[in-house]
C-alpha cells in the first residue's frame, strides 16, 4: 500500500445481534488489517483543512451527525451541531483560503442551504441558498470563487426537479442552473473535470426503489440541462440502483464509477465522453485515486475489503489487498493524495 491511508465510513456489530456501532475505518501498510475510530454517526463525505493537515470534517448523509476528526492520531476529536432543524447532506468544502467551512443541509421539508461555519471555532456565521431541494454533493470550481452543488431534487414527479447550481461563494449568487432532464433520475455526486464540465453520478429519483436504473451523465456549462451516457445493452447488464463514487484517472484520460447493485464498474472516456470499459466487481462502493496516480483503491463486497485496480495492459485488473476491511460507506478517502490535491487547490 506504499504510504497510501485509506478511509471509509464503517456500521459494524461487536457481536450477531448486537446493536450497530458507527465508525471511521482506517487501513495503510503500518496495520495489519483495519482499525476503527468510532464515532456517533455514520461518515459519508469529507472536507480537509488544508491549514491544520491533520483536521478532516466528516458528515452523515440526511442527518444530524457532523465531526472533526484527527487523521494523523486517528481519533475522533468533537461533534459539529447542526443548526436549528437542519440535517447534514453528506459533503463539504473549506473555502476563503480554508477559513470557511460550507457544507450541504437541507430543512425538515426538503429545502436545501449552504451552511457557513468558522473553520477554527466551527461557530456557524450563517447560511445560502442551495438553489435546489435535497443538496448533496459540493466542489469549488473557478480558482475556488465558485461552488459546485448536485441538487437531489424532490420526489419523482414532484417540482422541484434534480439540478447542478453553480453558487458565486462571495454573493451567495446563482450563476447557473442545469436541471436533470425527465423524472427518473436525481443528482448525487459529481467529479469537475473542468471549469466548464462535471461527471455526475445519479440514483434513481426520491420514491423509486433499486429495481429502476441509475445514470452516469454531463453537466456543461453552456448547456441547460444535463447530457445522460447511454448505457450500451450489449455490453452491461442493467444498472439498476445507483450509481455511486466518481474517481478520475487524469494520466489514461478516463472516470470510473461504480454501480453498487449489479456490481459492476464503468469506465468513461473524458475526452469524447463515451464508455470505454465495465468490469464485475462484487458490491464495489468505494473507489479513490492510489498514491501512484495509475491504479485505484476499491471498497466491495459483503466485509467492506480492500482491493486495487491496476491499469497494465489494454484491460484493468482487480488484486485483493485485505479482506474484512469494514469499509463498507460510499466513499474512499486515500488521505495523502486528496490532501495534496487541496492543497494544489486554491480554495
Same mark, same amino acid.
Not at 471509509?8 to 482499525?35: D, V
Not at 459546485?148 to 458565486?168: F, L, M, Q, W
Not at 464540465?197 to 441509475?214: K, Y
Not at 459492476?264 to 466487481?281: A, G, I
Given at each position: 500500500?506504499?504510504? *497510501?491511508?485509506?478511509?471509509?465510513?464503517?456500521?459494524?456489530q461487536?457481536? $450477531?445481534?448486537?446493536?450497530?456501532?458507527?465508525?471511521?475505518?482506517?487501513?495503510?501498510?503500518?496495520?495489519?488489517?483495519?482499525?476503527?475510530?468510532?464515532?456517533?454517526? =455514520? $461518515?459519508?463525505?469529507?472536507?480537509?483543512?488544508?491549514?491544520?493537515?491533520?483536521?478532516?470534517f466528516?458528515?452523515?448523509? /440526511?442527518?444530524?451527525?457532523?465531526?472533526?476528526?484527527?487523521?494523523?492520531?486517528?481519533?475522533?476529536?468533537r461533534?459539529?451541531?447542526?443548526?436549528?432543524q437542519?440535517?447534514?447532506?453528506?459533503?463539504?468544502?473549506?473555502?476563503g483560503a480554508?477559513?470557511?467551512?460550507?457544507?450541504?443541509?437541507?430543512?425538515?421539508?426538503?429545502?436545501?442551504?449552504?451552511?457557513?461555519?468558522?473553520?477554527?471555532?466551527l461557530?456557524?456565521?450563517?447560511?445560502?441558498?442551495?438553489?435546489?431541494?435535497?443538496?448533496?454533493?459540493? /466542489?469549488?470550481? *473557478?480558482?475556488?470563487?465558485?461552488?459546485?452543488?448536485?441538487?437531489?431534487?424532490?420526489?419523482?414527479? &414532484?417540482?422541484?426537479?434534480?439540478?447542478?447550481?453553480?453558487?458565486?461563494? &462571495?454573493?451567495?449568487?446563482?450563476? *447557473?442552473?442545469?436541471?436533470?432532464?425527465g423524472?427518473? =433520475?436525481?443528482?448525487?455526486h459529481?467529479?469537475?473535470?473542468?471549469?466548464?464540465?462535471?461527471?455526475?453520478?445519479?440514483?434513481?429519483?426520491?420514491?423509486?426503489?433499486?429495481?429502476? &436504473?441509475?445514470?452516469?451523465?454531463?453537466?456543461?456549462?453552456?448547456?441547460?440541462?444535463?447530457?445522460?451516457?447511454?448505457?450500451?445493452?450489449?455490453?452491461?447488464?442493467?444498472?439498476?440502483?445507483?450509481?455511486?463514487?466518481?474517481?478520475? @484517472? $487524469?494520466?489514461?484520460?478516463?472516470?470510473?464509477?461504480?454501480?453498487?447493485?449489479?456490481?459492476?464498474?464503468?469506465?468513461?472516456?473524458?475526452? *469524447?465522453?463515451?464508455?470505454? /470499459?465495465?468490469?464485475?466487481?462484487?458490491?464495489?462502493?468505494?473507489?479513490a485515486?492510489?498514491?501512484?496516480?495509475?491504479?485505484?483503491?476499491?471498497? /466491495?463486497?459483503?466485509?467492506?475489503? @480492500?482491493?486495487?485496480?491496476?491499469?497494465?495492459?489494454?484491460? $484493468?485488473?482487480?488484486?485483493?489487498?485485505?479482506?474484512?476491511?469494514?469499509?463498507?460507506?460510499?466513499?474512499?478517502?486515500?488521505y495523502?493524495?486528496?490532501?495534496?490535491?487541496? @492543497?494544489?487547490?486554491?480554495?
Amino acid at each position: 500500500m506504499n504510504n *497510501d491511508q485509506l478511509f471509509a465510513g464503517c456500521r459494524y456489530q461487536e457481536q $450477531p445481534g448486537a446493536p450497530h456501532k458507527t465508525a471511521l475505518a482506517y487501513a495503510s501498510s503500518q496495520i495489519n488489517g483495519a482499525r476503527l475510530i468510532e464515532c456517533p454517526f =455514520f $461518515p459519508h463525505g469529507w472536507a480537509l483543512d488544508t491549514r491544520r493537515k491533520e483536521r478532516a470534517f466528516f458528515f452523515e448523509k /440526511h442527518g444530524t451527525g457532523a465531526g472533526v476528526f484527527d487523521l494523523q492520531q486517528q481519533r475522533f476529536v468533537r461533534t459539529i451541531p447542526p443548526f436549528d432543524q437542519r440535517q447534514f447532506y453528506g459533503h463539504g468544502v473549506l473555502a476563503g483560503a480554508g477559513e470557511l467551512l460550507l457544507s450541504t443541509e437541507s430543512d425538515p421539508q426538503g429545502q436545501g442551504f449552504i451552511g457557513m461555519r468558522d473553520t477554527n471555532t466551527l461557530r456557524y456565521l450563517g447560511d445560502f441558498p442551495s438553489f435546489g431541494a435535497r443538496p448533496h454533493d459540493c /466542489h469549488l470550481v *473557478d480558482n475556488g470563487r465558485v461552488l459546485a452543488v448536485t441538487n437531489g431534487g424532490a420526489k419523482a414527479g &414532484e417540482s422541484p426537479a434534480p439540478c447542478i447550481s453553480y453558487i458565486d461563494v &462571495e454573493t451567495h449568487q446563482l450563476l *447557473d442552473r442545469h436541471d436533470m432532464p425527465g423524472s427518473a =433520475f436525481n443528482t448525487g455526486h459529481m467529479v469537475p473535470v473542468s471549469g466548464s464540465t462535471a461527471l455526475i453520478a445519479s440514483a434513481p429519483r426520491l420514491g423509486l426503489g433499486v429495481d429502476h &436504473e441509475g445514470a452516469v451523465s454531463w453537466c456543461h456549462r453552456s448547456e441547460a440541462t444535463l447530457r445522460g451516457m447511454p448505457y450500451p445493452q450489449d455490453r452491461l447488464p442493467r444498472l439498476l440502483g445507483e450509481a455511486l463514487s466518481i474517481a478520475l @484517472l $487524469p494520466h489514461e484520460r478516463l472516470a470510473v464509477v461504480t454501480h453498487p447493485t449489479p456490481g459492476v464498474l464503468t469506465f468513461w472516456r473524458l475526452d *469524447d465522453q463515451s464508455l470505454w /470499459h465495465s468490469m464485475p466487481v462484487d458490491n464495489v462502493r468505494g473507489v479513490a485515486l492510489a498514491g501512484d496516480g495509475h491504479s485505484l483503491w476499491l471498497s /466491495h463486497g459483503a466485509q467492506g475489503s @480492500l482491493s486495487i485496480l491496476r491499469m497494465d495492459g489494454r484491460e $484493468p485488473s482487480v488484486q485483493p489487498v485485505l479482506r474484512q476491511a469494514l469499509m463498507a460507506g460510499s466513499h474512499l478517502l486515500n488521505y495523502p493524495v486528496a490532501l495534496a490535491t487541496a @492543497l494544489a487547490s486554491p480554495a
